[in-house]
């Protein structure tokens, strides 16, 4: 079955409001991996126009927002979470290392906190992945990657706190 962009954002928001917490985050992941699978999606709203950021849909109720990210070349994120917000990663296109961290010592407002790496894993085309509140990850692409990526909150209006790996 194919999904309109509309249909994807209205079951997402359905899922979300009869359950917030994290089993309806599993219940979008699973969504968003089958939303991986519709090729017609993937070049509607992950095509060569989209910048490395784009909200496609943000939801005027609950918040949530359906991002689509496109990154031409390699990119190396530093160790963060998602502030008071969650996040799901969906792989379209290309491959994306994983890093989870764990926090050795809290950030603050004007003083980065201090993580170590705990493992690594690829996130291939189709696959899906919760961040619940706190999870410390970071993504590597070495190559060109297309992503779905659900936020909790829109986290352009989200100060987050910054991490360094020890």
Request: hydrophobic share 30%; net charge negative; charged share 30%.
């Amino acid at each position: 079955m194919g999904y309109s962009l509309e249909q994807f954002s209205t079951e997402c928001h359905r899922i979300l409001k009869q359950d917030p917490g994290v089993e309806g985050r599993r219940r979008v992941c699973a969504l968003v991996q089958q939303v991986l699978k519709d090729d017609d999606f993937i070049e509607t709203h992950l095509g060569d126009d989209v910048p490395e950021r784009k909200v496609l849909y943000e939801d005027p109720e609950l918040g949530f927002c359906i991002l689509g990210h496109v990154y031409q070349g390699a990119k190396d994120s530093n160790p963060h979470d998602h502030g008071p917000s969650w996040a799901i990663y969906g792989q379209a296109r290309g491959e994306t290392i994983m890093n989870d961290w764990a926090l050795v010592h809290p950030a603050g407002p004007d003083t980065p906190g201090k993580v170590r790496h705990v493992r690594s894993y690829t996130l291939k085309p189709g696959m899906a992945y919760v961040y619940n509140e706190g999870d410390l990850h970071s993504p590597r692409r070495e190559g060109p990657t297309r992503l779905i990526r659900i936020e909790g909150t829109n986290m352009d209006k989200v100060r987050r706190l910054s991490y360094e790996r020890v």
